[in-house]
């Protein structure tokens, strides 16, 4: 059955950056910032968010306002 739906989702679903990533972070990053907008909107902040904080120490080490941003 989970074969089926897996087939389903690979003919179906959008393909977005965060569904090819298993890092934890990338994924976070993708579910916060999809809470704040929609998604059509969020793929272009998400790659230059982790290209500005690729980990969670780099985005501890910036201000809040560089976050923010």
Do not use: I, K
Request: aromatic share 8%; hydrophobic share 50%.
């Amino acid at each position: 059955m989970h074969e089926a739906v897996l087939a389903w989702g690979d003919r179906h679903l959008r393909d977005l950056p965060w569904r090819r990533t298993r890092d934890p972070w990338a994924v976070l990053v993708s579910e916060v910032m999809a809470q704040q907008t929609g998604v059509d909107r969020v793929v272009g902040h998400y790659r230059a968010f982790l290209a500005r904080f690729p980990s969670p120490a780099a985005c501890a080490a910036a201000t809040a306002g560089d976050v923010v941003r």
